[in-house]
């Protein structure tokens, strides 16, 4: 009986087991970051907006 007791694996190994092949076929469904965590993803100047703050100042502003 020992021997058919290693034969069928738990039910935390046979868990296991299909998480493995889950990852293996799916890969990291969640990205580190996307491409609208940047300033490119929201069509912003990378290098910032400092000159388009300085071209529009207010008159009160002078």
Known sequence: MADAEKA???A???RRAR???AAELLGDLEPG???DDTD???G???GGND???RRNV???HG
Do not use: C, F, K, V
């Open 58 to 60: 207010p008159p009160h």
């Open 12 to 14: 935390e190994e046979a």
């Open 44 to 46: 912003e100047n990378p």
């Open 8 to 10: 069928t694996p738990s």
């Open 40 to 42: 490119a993803g929201w």
């Open 19 to 21: 998480l493995r092949r």
């Open 51 to 53: 000159d388009d703050l």
């Open 33 to 35: 970051g996307t491409r």
